[in-house]
């Protein structure tokens, strides 16, 4: 867990999004692999295609979460806490996260968003995630973290990690992100402020998935604010 300490924000890149190499382990990439079948885990399922999201099928865990999960949501939040309050500050947002991802549940579920957010998405030969934002509510986290639970090269062919930013007046940039079997990548959820000649200005951030050209792929994706 070294790589989320006080450095995490210095590693972000020119796209607000930093690689955790190896956050999980060959042996927990497939524990959790395994969880896609244990119904009683999910709460809900969702075929993307049939909401234009794209094509493939998720899963949104029940409370209570995997313990995995559950330590990797908590674990994780304290400094990226850090970065969102400094993203906060120079976006000129009264909003400030608190320290414990405990507190910050406690403040989502006050506001009536009270399910939980973490999941499990399966792509296989053909499938996609379209370009999106991981918003449920008013209440938003503004970092968030997916997980690779396969092993690219081996267990699938394509599928690579997307992520696009759009600036004020301007195209939309694209931007992959390597991944290897176990990596995680920390990315803006919805936007992120960049440096400009006159201060700091916001970008508009989507993340999604390109097409799995063959093979199974897996994510777990955390996401830190619950949902309405
Ligand atoms: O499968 C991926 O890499 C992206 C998953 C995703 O959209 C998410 O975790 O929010
Ligand atoms: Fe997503």
């Given at each position: 867990m070294d790589a989320t300490g006080p450095s995490l924000e210095t590693e972000l890149n020119a796209q607000g999004c930093a690689v955790l190499p190896e956050l999980l382990s060959r042996e927990a990439c497939a524990e959790a692999r395994k969880?896609?079948?244990?119904?009683?885990?999910?709460r809900s399922r969702v075929d993307m295609a049939r909401h234009g999201f794209g094509q493939g099928e998720y899963r949104y865990f029940a409370y209570p979460l995997p313990d995995r999960v559950a330590k990797l949501r908590e674990q994780l939040y304290p400094s990226l806490a850090a970065i969102a309050n400094r993203w906060a500050e120079r976006l000129g947002q009264d909003r400030r996260f608190p320290e414990s991802h405990a507190a910050f549940l406690t403040e989502c579920h006050a506001a009536g968003?009270?399910?939980?957010t973490p999941l499990i998405l399966r792509y296989q030969a053909g499938d996609w995630n379209a370009l999106h934002q991981d918003v449920?509510?008013?209440?938003?986290?503004?970092l968030q973290v997916a997980v690779l639970l396969s092993a690219p090269g081996?267990?699938?062919?394509g599928g690579e990690f997307v992520l696009t930013e759009q600036r004020p007046r301007m195209q939309s940039r694209a931007e992959v992100v390597p991944l290897a079997h176990g990596d995680a990548v920390v990315f803006p959820v919805r936007e992120r402020p960049v440096r400009g000649s006159r201060g700091d200005y916001r970008v508009q951030m989507r993340h999604g998935v390109s097409r799995v050209r063959s093979g199974l792929r897996f994510t777990l994706g955390i996401i830190f604010h619950d949902a309405t």
């Open positions: 969880w896609w079948t244990e119904e009683s885990l999910f968003q009270g399910r939980p449920y509510g008013d209440h938003v986290f503004p081996r267990d699938f062919e």
